[in-house]
């Protein structure tokens, strides 16, 4: 039986269809093949240190996409639009906080993670006990926080990175690699142990696939969302931290730009916005494969506005491979 | 108790076919707080500077109506508005601003927010993809082309085309005769049938393909619909800052969603109306004026704004969802 499978040519082409459908081993490719083209394009754009910058800046999309993933994998349309806003505020605060001295990080990650938080748990209630959609709820929490940063830095240019963070963003930290780099592992490992070696992982999936019938299994649906959302904008506080470090000032609005691309790192990393599938490693990819993308496009000289149309044409190409729906005609 | 339940499905069957009953009343109560807040809000000028400013929403909220009928999204509508805002001024100051000029830069603009719609309905109905990431991904296609048709800001708008838009005919500023042209164009619309089409396959997909809708194409339709909206808004636009932009509409695509979502459209599809959509665009324009004229410090008027926005959001969907129950 086997053995006729094999020697069926259909068969192995459909099982070479099957592999071609792995986001993960797509990205992974096009992630080789874009460091060779781009190695071709300008030299030196695959050496070793240029692909240090590239992860650094790839981490802090990761980081916030991490939260992300979550909400996106507990399902009834999950997504999160505030993590841009709760970047921008973390950052802020972050820089408020540490006022450039070392002594005070460890309170500035205690108040941004406090806050991110706390608005996670916002979104959380307004989505499970008040029944508000996530995209209508997240959205009204954007334009809050976009009026509270204008508040907090009160038109004053806003305060400083600590050095040691930002040396921990940007130096070599540990065995060659910056400390971000690090993290981002831990992050990424954490995930992976969260989604596949924990109870709660399985019911994380389990909502996403099917909320009754988690529900019924007694899983605490609404307890659990909550989580997820708070989860989100801690990822997304821990971000703004990393990024205040990264740009060593925290300047208006630093984080409008996560808002679509880490949706768009979880989408092509393979988790479908139904959610219920996929996981973080392959948005870890799918975050490299982004900045990548960007990092080449900037070698080419071909102006801002034929960048942004290559960007998003290719975007429109690697997004023909994943998610798409099933057609009505059975 | 029967008096009570049958009031309650009365309510629903109204709420049903006028669903933008909650966003009436919630206009007229910010209405009336404006007035209390500044009486001179209530002139004619004062109702005038309101509606030019915000007129562009409305259209954009209305084209987002169409495409959310059917349970998806247009995050491209603001880029849309933006290329169709530079496209036009260029046109215009490339053949001088004669009034056949502006009619044929008109007509350019309401072609190209058609192709914008059409290419969002292929990407979204004919190739299935996800809604939300791909009409991201024709945004940052879109933009690109407006930046590279004026890549920086602040290119002229001939003046005919602001002194019509900005001024009056028979007394009545002409932006009221916009609204006035709006409302008939979305009665006939209604009239049409595609709505109808519309919200059925917003209802359930399978079973609108059962009955034997062609369910690709009216999606379709209802983006290529939702670029024409965004042309005309990108018109609005160009009359009130009488200049070309070519990021002007960015921070525009998640208002109209809001405005949608506020005139009681659900973005689950199946249900909501056009009319609703352009009352919402209107009450975030009353929102931030009540915030103005209530003597908010400026710095805090961001965050009164984006609060009272969010709670208005939440209550809406609130009362739409327990007289549904």
Sequence with gaps: ?330 | MTKAISFKSRMATLLRRFPFIPALGMLMLLFILNGIAEPNSMTVRALKGVASTYLALVFLSVGQTFVVYTADIDLSVGAILSLVNVSIVVIMSQFGGEPYVVLLALGAGIAIGALCGLMNGIVVSGLRMQAIVATFATSILISGIALWVLPVAGMPAPSLFWKVYGGRSYGIPNVFFFIAILIALLAIMAKTGLVTKLLAVGNGQLSAYQSGLSVTRIRIYGYIICGIFAALAAFCITGDTASGDPLVGGAMTLSSVAAVVLGGTALSGGIGSAFGSAIGAIIIGLISSLVFYAGVPSQWQNLAQGATILVVLMLGVLASKRINQ
Aim: hydrophobic share 55%; charged share 5%; with cysteine.
């Design chain 1, 1 to 330: 039986m086997t053995i006729m499978q094999h020697s069926n040519p259909q068969e192995s082409r459909s099982a070479l269809f099957v592999y071609l459908k792995n986001p993960l081993l797509v990205a992974f490719i096009l992630i080789v093949l874009l460091l060779t083209a781009g190695e071709a394009l300008s030299p030196g754009f695959a050496s070793m240190e240029q692909i240090l910058r590239l992860l650094i800046v790839a981490a802090l999309l990761g980081i916030v996409a991490a939260g992300q993933n979550l909400v996106i994998l507990g399902g009834r349309e999950g997504i999160d639009l505030s993590v841009g806003g709760v970047v921008s505020l973390s950052a802020v605060l972050a820089g408020n906080v540490m006022d450039g001295s070392n002594a005070n990080i460890i309170a500035a990650i205690l108040v941004c993670l406090a806050a991110g938080g706390l608005v996670g748990l916002i979104n959380g209630v307004g989505v499970t006990i008040f029944g508000i959609p996530p995209l209508v709820m997240t959205l009204g929490m954007l334009g809050v926080l976009q009026g509270l940063l204008v508040v907090i830095r009160q038109g004053i240019p806003s305060g400083l990175a600590a050095p040691a963070l930002a040396n921990f963003v940007s130096k070599p930290f540990l065995f060659n690699l910056p400390g971000i780099i690090w993290l981002w592992a831990a992050v990424g490992l954490l995930m992976a142990f969260l989604l596949m070696r924990t109870s709660l992982g399985h019911k994380i999936y389990a909502i996403g696939s099917n909320e009754n019938a988690a529900y019924m299994a007694g899983v605490p649906v609404r307890l659990i969302r909550i989580m997820l959302f708070a989860l989100s904008s801690m990822f997304a506080a821990l971000a703004g931290i990393c990024i205040l470090g990264y740009s060593g000032t925290s300047f208006a609005n630093v984080g409008d730009s996560y808002m679509l691309s880490s949706i768009i790192a979880v989408v092509l990393g393979g988790t479908p916005l139904s959610g219920g599938k996929g996981g973080y490693t392959g948005t870890m990819a799918g975050a490299f494969l982004l900045i990548l993308m960007q990092s080449i496009l900037t070698t080419l000289s071909i102006g801002e506005s034929g960048r942004q149309v290559v960007f998003g044409l290719t975007l429109l190409v690697l997004l023909l491979f994943y998610g798409r729906s099933k057609a009505l005609r059975g």
